[in-house]
């Protein structure tokens, strides 16, 4: 299942995402998570030429999500809770070749509901609750998610709508270091 996603177009799509502090007070750098998608840290940290062990350490929190419809236990990759290392100046990406998947597509998100994916802007990022969102960015944002959706395993998806959420990062900061943080731990910070 892992080795369907197409890692490399994702890879290879540019797509950046203007007006945001003109408009909105930074809440995904500040509140969200970074979510990974099932193997994309490995990707990430090889494309980038790191070791994945250092890689986790330097860059990735753990969570661990228990899956009740699978009855089993997963681990969903972010970027360490709390500031992301990447964030410049406390605006905007200051290394592109980082943003995962999440990052890259935001604010265009993806949801199962009644085990169908359905895709929308997200009416808490303020360039869509303006309407300023720019139509060319959420038209190939879509089609991106359109096409990878086909391939992410349900297990994800419904971990992400648990813990896709918005933080209290002073409180998440506390977790940051934490080997493996289970979802439980994860949701008590919540803003
Ligand atoms: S929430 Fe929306 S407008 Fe605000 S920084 Fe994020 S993407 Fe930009
Ligand atoms: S990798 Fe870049 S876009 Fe993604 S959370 Fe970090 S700073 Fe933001």
Not at 27 to 54: H, M, Q, T, W
Not at 164 to 170: F, T
Request: net charge neutral.
């Amino acid at each position: 299942m892992l080795a369907d996603i197409d890692f490399e177009k994702i890879w290879d799509v540019k797509g950046k995402l203007s007006g945001c502090f003109e408009h909105c007070d930074g809440r995904c750098e500040y509140e969200a998570l970074s979510i990974f998608l099932p193997g994309e840290a490995e990707f990430i940290a090889k494309k980038s030429g790191i070791a994945f062990n250092e890689f986790k350490e330097n860059y990735l929190s753990a969570i661990k999500y228990h899956d009740l419809v699978d009855n089993k236990d997963y681990i969903i990759y972010v970027y360490k809770l709390g500031i992301c290392l990447f964030l410049e100046n406390g605006k905007g990406c200051r290394d592109e070749t980082k943003k995962n998947f999440i990052c890259k597509t935001y604010p265009i998100k993806g949801e199962l509901i009644t085990g169908k994916l359905k895709i929308y802007p997200d009416p808490w990022c303020l360039l869509c609750k303006k309407n300023k969102l720019p139509e060319d960015f959420k038209n190939q944002m879509t089609a991106l998610w359109e096409d990878i959706g086909k391939k992410l395993p349900e297990w994800w998806l419904r971990g992400i709508m648990i813990i896709d959420r918005a933080y209290d990062y002073s409180k998440l900061n506390k977790l940051r270091d934490k080997e493996v943080v289970t979802t439980d731990e994860l949701l008590k910070c919540r803003n």
